[in-house]
Nanobody, 115 residues
């Protein structure tokens, strides 16, 4: 049974940092592209970062230089290190992947950036 579980969200002040985790089960995360996607309070959805099975990474322009996506294959877990957080980073962050003709999404974790 494929499952993705995001965690690590919370309330942080502007300029602060958080690390999100996405624990994968039921498949080998390193075999597929994995994504972080966020949905803002205004219901805008944005692809934040992608890591490929070859460990190439790609980022939305809005987070380049501030966020880093990574993966620990031994733990079958993906991470999103977020630094220099801004109020407009406030969103629910979810992890996703796609294989076998199906998209899989985990429950999101909420990040609130506010003083």
């Amino acid at each position: 049974d494929v499952q993705l579980q995001a965690s690590g969200g919370g309330l942080v002040q502007p300029g602060g940092s958080l690390r999100l985790s996405c624990a994968a089960s039921g498949f080998t995360a390193s075999s597929y592209h994995m994504n972080w996607v966020r949905q803002t309070p205004g219901n805008e959805r944005e692809l934040v970062a992608t890591i490929t099975r070859r460990n190439s990474t790609d980022y939305a322009d809005s987070v380049k230089g501030r966020f880093t996506i990574s993966r620990d294959d031994a733990k079958n877990t993906m991470y999103l290190q977020m630094t220099s957080l801004r109020p407009d980073d406030t969103a629910v962050y979810s992890c996703s992947t796609y294989f076998g003709g199906t998209s899989y999404w985990g429950q999101g974790t909420k990040v609130t950036v506010s003083s």
